[in-house]
């Protein structure tokens, strides 16, 4: 039988052990190592757990792919298409109208223009004699032949280069007034301002700018047009069916 050791009674009122008589060192012994090995398992199992935290670390952040966009490729240069020229020395290509589409518009019947603007063109005329006006027709529709003449033969005849006759008259097959819906037109009062420009001073100009329109008549040659006529306050064009519209306001290809 194991000698029993008496505890000192400090010690027991540390430990606050109880007060008996029947605790023995075996047993106070096998609570000592019973706890330290409770604590050792615990510190062990401690470490491990620090040991696998360590060890376990976050995964490495893959590097992401920077997707950039293809930069455009240039766009080719445009080269600006340009409109064929077709004009001559300014003056724009014209059909000549069949002579039988034609009716007159003066009493001899030497002056004549297509039916729409005929029929206009005397509307006109009986307006402007009922304000005092007397309108002269001086020329309407001319062939072929004709404008030759005017162009070429006078040209000859005032010693005039191409491009300055034609300032004043157009080339062959290049005439509004191909078309019969052209006319020049004076002042019956003052026939000496027949064709110059000095008509501009006339009350049949006047008188022309200001109703020429309500029956679809328009100057050709303003000043300063886009074609580079000389000014010609004389002559007219119609331009009050959808005929004559494309034939002076169609493009030309």
């Given at each position: 039988?194991?000698?029993?050791?008496?505890?000192?009674?400090?010690?027991?009122?540390?430990?606050?052990?109880?007060?008996?008589?029947?605790?023995?060192?075996?047993?106070?012994?096998?609570?000592?190592?019973?706890?330290?090995?409770?604590?050792?398992?615990?510190?062990?199992?401690?470490?491990?757990?620090?040991?696998?935290?360590?060890?376990?670390?976050?995964?490495?952040?893959?590097?992401?792919?920077?997707?950039?966009?293809p930069e455009p490729e240039p766009e080719p240069a445009v080269t600006?298409?340009?409109?064929?020229?077709?004009?001559?020395?300014?003056?724009?290509?014209?059909?000549?109208?069949?002579?039988?589409?034609?009716?007159?518009?003066?009493?001899?019947?030497?002056?004549?223009?297509?039916?729409?603007?005929?029929?206009?063109?005397?509307?006109?005329?009986?307006?402007?004699?009922?304000?005092?006006?007397?309108?002269?027709?001086?020329?309407?529709?001319?062939?072929?032949?004709?404008?030759?003449?005017?162009?070429?033969?006078?040209?000859?005849?005032?010693?005039?280069?191409?491009?300055?006759?034609?300032?004043?008259?157009?080339?062959?097959?290049?005439?509004?007034?191909?078309?019969?819906?052209?006319?020049?037109?004076?002042?019956?009062?003052?026939?000496?301002?027949?064709?110059?420009?000095?008509?501009?001073?006339?009350?049949?100009?006047?008188?022309?700018?200001?109703?020429?329109?309500?029956?679809?008549?328009?100057?050709?040659?303003?000043?300063?047009?886009?074609?580079?006529?000389?000014?010609e306050p004389w002559h007219w064009r119609f331009v009050g069916d959808?005929?004559?519209?494309?034939?002076?306001?169609?493009?030309?290809?």
């Amino acid at each position: 039988m194991m000698e029993e050791i008496e505890i000192p009674e400090a010690i027991r009122e540390n430990a606050e052990l109880p007060q008996s008589k029947g605790l023995t060192l075996p047993l106070l012994a096998s609570g000592v190592i019973l706890l330290g090995i409770l604590g050792f398992v615990s510190l062990r199992l401690l470490g491990e757990s620090k040991s696998v935290e360590t060890v376990v670390s976050e995964p490495p952040v893959e590097s992401s792919t920077v997707v950039t966009e293809p930069e455009p490729e240039p766009e080719p240069a445009v080269t600006p298409q340009v409109e064929p020229k077709n004009d001559l020395l300014g003056h724009l290509p014209y059909e000549v109208a069949p002579e039988s589409e034609l009716i007159p518009v003066t009493a001899d019947g030497r002056i004549k223009m297509r039916p729409a603007a005929a029929d206009k063109f005397q509307q006109m005329l009986a307006a402007a004699k009922a304000e005092g006006i007397t309108l002269a027709a001086l020329s309407g529709f001319r062939d072929d032949e004709t404008q030759e003449y005017l162009f070429f033969d006078v040209k000859e005849q005032r010693v005039q280069d191409a491009a300055k006759r034609a300032e004043v008259s157009a080339p062959p097959g290049y005439s509004e007034h191909h078309t019969g819906y052209a006319i020049d037109i004076g002042d019956a009062t003052a026939p000496e301002t027949h064709l110059e420009t000095t008509f501009a001073d006339t009350p049949a100009f006047r008188w022309l700018e200001q109703n020429a329109l309500k029956y679809s008549f328009e100057l050709s040659f303003p000043q300063d047009n886009k074609q580079g006529v000389s000014y010609e306050p004389w002559h007219w064009r119609f331009v009050g069916d959808r005929d004559s519209l494309e034939t002076f306001y169609k493009v030309r290809n």
